[in-house]
């Protein structure tokens, strides 16, 4: 048992607020009890008291959607065009993700660690991650993706991704939970996407799909028109869309699914409860020309959460940085307001899409906590500042154990 104490906690959850003159109690991997130190002292008496003096303590990130296996991309890929990008992976992927793959991912990790990411959504394409995020501190959703426009190949392309799952499946622990991720509508034939639904809703399994992300997907779902032509060419003779969007929105209609991107949803109102968001921003502004419409999806009440994307469309995992860089996308809203919505869908929102029972400094929760440097700032303004200025914790506990990085 531990009493963890500092100058201000961030009590996160939908709602978080700032404590002064309080304590977090921990039992082995859970959150016991928040407190005054006096009580927890006298209650806990045997308990070791960690004083982080100066510090933050505030719930650890969620980063609902990485691809870790691209992590030895720095330079290589084509930013500025979707379908430019999308060339650009298709052609280089494989390479990147064998080349110094296992030293490119750790590193990855460990800036993930060091920024206060406790939990993952790791987006599969091949499975090469797996041991390495075993064997890592982090709590891992691993989402198997499945992939495939070509119906001739339908058969083989199943029983590539049946393989690659099962595989995942034999990983599985309290600390790594198996899904299932659905590419997206313009790369997963009906037959693919009509069994991988089946079986996340036979085993009760997460999902994750890209949708609405470019300007190009949008034009292909509506009339099959654009950029998406040619380069689905590569894969069938005479490509044509496989559903409109509301039509592939409605296959997961009764499945607990993460939508990455949606930057060209018009209509954030036909989410439901079980359904959330992910926000990538950064990935958004080197990927295309548009920004999430944040102000829809608060609006509506989706639940919102954070991702980085892999560094196969980003230029840092630190947490922080693409906080920092959310902020500044959305610059119209209200900067303290938007500093804290940040925050929860960082939080919270990542916790309750990916189930883990964290994002939040409350009894019953995993002791999942990030200890940060304190600002000199109004408490209302607390997460704004720290947003602005942390690019490291100083301390994480996952599962009520200080991780190393
Ligand atoms: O989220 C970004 C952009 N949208 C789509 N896919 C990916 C992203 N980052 C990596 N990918 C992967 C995807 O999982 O790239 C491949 C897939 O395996 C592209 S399709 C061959
Ligand atoms: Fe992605």
Redesign the pocket.
Known sequence: MEILKAKKIITGGENPKILRNSCVVIESDKILEITSEKEAQKEFKEAKICDFGESVIAPAFVNT?V?LE?SSNVSTLKYGD?IK??GS??DK?GELAKMDAKKAMNEAINSLLKSGVCAIGE?S?FGLELEILAASPLKVVLFS?I?GSNEQMAQQNLQNFLAKFEKTKSYKSKNFTPAI?L??PY?VHPKLAKAALEIAKKDDLLVST?FL?SKAEKQWLEDGSGGFKKHLLRFSQDPKPMYDANGYFAMFREINTLF??CVYVSDFAKFKPHHSVTH?AV?NRL?GKKALNLKEIFKNNVSLNIGT??L??NISLNFWHELRAALFTHASLDLNELATRLFVAATHGGARALRTNNGEIKAGRAADLAVYNDLECDDSELILQLILHTNEAKKLYIGGKICKF
Do not use: A, K, M
């Open positions: 959607h691809h691209f979707f990008w999308l992976i298709v992927g987006i394409s993706e992939l991720s590419h997206s790369s890209h992300e990455t991107h990538c990935s990927l994307d892999g196969s469309s």
